[in-house]
């Protein structure tokens, strides 16, 4: 069959084949997958930081809720989300917790995190947590970009306008909008990542 | 021309596919406890909740095209597969068995189709060994299958060692990087002892001035050496199905979803295989008027094949080490 198709289509036809074993290759591996949804929290001077809340699969969660919920009462105690943050989240700091903020384009490094907690709804594990990052919004127009993916892309981290909400807004003027960055790529440039664009100014 | 396109594809090839890293979520270093920062600030952003504007959301908008959509789509469906299987496995026991069984195993073979064109699986080292070797479509089918099997059972092996063994010693044992590093040490320690071998030979063809390389057929102890090097890194994937399936205790189903999310795996793996075995195939009936050129072509790229599954192995040792 080969023989019969001409050289130009055979090259493309190795192009093509390429290109999809090299972009699957590299996209189509995480092993944990999370729905993350965003919460900004505002206060009179303006951004006062970002409740993150990760969803995480149901085949995950269940080996988690197994690992970790030692007195099996489908909920986590203090000290089980102590172990589990000990042992499966402060790592995360390594990797920014997954989250890369950019304010009117320069990054805001994330130095700590607040508020971790780990929950069990429905058979399934959330982890929700706070990133204090104070941003003084006035009447000119405030940029801010907040992009949510794991480099090594073990895990699939996915993000929708849904997922977005605002707490004590009522004084600012909130544009947002949920991409694939096209313009941002990652894992060996095959990748785009979610990323929730915020256009901010006071009223 | 010709030799300069397969020459970049295969590099570019190479080059993207680096092995996924471990769990980062999972910390093998101790934390202490009181870095844990808990202050009061949840209840004041709940308090601050109850005044609610609406912000303006803007639709997101389509970027990419087709091949974007394609991986996407890719995450997406392992994601739907495993929360299938989740659900199915935890409603084994109201819905009696036999029907939720063979879905979970049928699903657990599409999951291994659509797992294995992801990173980890070594497809870039099944693909260059078969460009180093007679092409024959029976071995590429042969090794793509053996590798999948050898990969999922490793996983499969590793599962149940934590779940019967480590987790009884340990007060913490999800994290499997420990148990998997030194298999990804030995196993990459092996590619690279492969390839340096497959050189060692065509390098002494080269200067003996080989007349026909075609001869040389893939043995089946060298697919099989292969296929064990590029398949002893536990699958995650398999790691994970099998653990959900052991804490909800179906030990025997375990095994059988391994094994049919192998054949997935082996279907995705023997296809690399065959494109590998087809390229160089077709790349020889063009050339196939010209004896010399054939021959010269054949050892450079097998040439360039050893090197390149050389060169996996070592990007990836040294990744792990």
């Not at chain 1, 006062?48 to 995480?56: E, Q």
């Not at chain 1, 000290?79 to 920014?96: M, P, T």
């Not at chain 2, 890194?233 to 804490?247: K, N, R, Y």
Request: glycine content about 6%; some cysteine.
């Amino acid at each position: 069959m080969l023989v019969l198709i001409s050289e130009k289509k055979f090259w493309l036809s190795i192009i093509g084949l390429f290109l999809l074993i090299s972009s699957n290759n590299l996209q189509a591996h995480p092993h944990v997958f999370i729905d993350a949804q965003i919460k900004v929290y505002f206060d009179a001077n303006g951004v006062k930081g970002y409740k993150i809340t990760w969803t995480f699969d149901k085949m995950f969660s269940e080996l988690m809720i197994d690992e970790f919920d030692d007195d099996v009462d489908d909920q986590f105690n203090e000290q089980e989300q102590k172990l589990i943050y000990q042992k499966a989240f402060s790592n995360l700091k390594k990797f920014d917790y997954f989250t890369k903020i950019l304010i009117d384009g320069k990054p805001f490094e994330i130095k700590y995190i607040t508020n971790f907690k780990a929950q069990i709804h429905d058979e399934v594990m959330t982890y929700s947590f706070f990133i204090p990052c104070s941003i003084a919004i006035s009447r000119s127009e405030k940029s801010v970009k907040i992009y949510t993916y794991d480099e090594s892309y073990y895990m699939d981290v996915s993000l929708t306008n849904s997922a977005i909400s605002f707490a004590n807004s009522n004084v600012y003027n909130i544009t947002y909008q949920v991409e694939e960055d096209e313009n941002k790529r990652y894992y060996f440039d095959q990748i785009n990542p979610f990323v929730l664009k915020l256009s901010l100014r006071k009223k | 021309m010709k030799y300069f396109i397969v020459f970049a594809l295969v590099t570019l090839l190479g080059i993207s596919s680096v092995l996924g890293q471990g769990n980062p979520m999972f910390s093998t270093e101790e934390t202490p406890s009181d870095s844990m920062i808990s202050i009061s600030l949840d209840e004041d952003l709940e308090a601050a909740d109850t005044i609610q504007t609406k912000p303006v959301m803007m639709e997101s908008e389509e970027h990419g095209g087709f091949f974007k959509s394609l991986l996407r789509m890719n995450a997406d469906y392992q994601k739907m597969l495993r929360s299938n299987i989740a659900d199915r496995g935890k409603a084994i026991d109201s819905d009696g068995g036999m029907m939720a069984v063979s879905w979970i195993l049928l699903i657990s073979f599409l999951y291994g189709i659509i797992h294995s064109l992801g990173p980890g699986h070594n497809k870039v080292v099944v693909f260059s060994y078969f460009l180093t070797q007679k092409p024959k479509i029976r071995d590429g089918i042969l090794m793509g299958n053996i590798t999948a099997f050898i990969h999922a059972l490793s996983g499969l092996t590793v599962a149940l060692m934590i779940f019967y063994v480590i987790k009884e010693t340990t007060t913490y044992s999800f994290d499997q990087s420990q148990v998997g590093r030194w298999t990804m040490v030995f196993s990459f320690g092996f590619i690279i002892i492969i390839g340096l071998f497959l050189l060692v030979g065509y390098l002494k063809d080269y200067f003996k001035g080989a007349q026909s390389l075609d001869e040389k057929a893939s043995s089946k102890k060298s697919i099989l050496a292969m296929a064990f090097s590029v398949g002893i890194i536990p699958c995650p994937g398999t790691m994970i199905l099998t653990s959900f399936l052991l804490t909800l205790g179906f030990v025997k189903l375990s095994v059988f979803a391994a094994l049919f999310m192998a054949l997935g795996m082996g279907f995705t793996i023997s296809m690399i295989a065959l494109l590998s075995v087809l390229i160089k195939k077709q790349l020889l009936r063009f050339l196939k008027n010209d004896q010399q050129v054939v021959t010269k072509f054949q050892l450079g790229i097998s040439i360039f094949g050893s090197l390149l599954i050389i060169f996996i192995g070592v990007v990836f040792l040294l990744g792990v080490l």
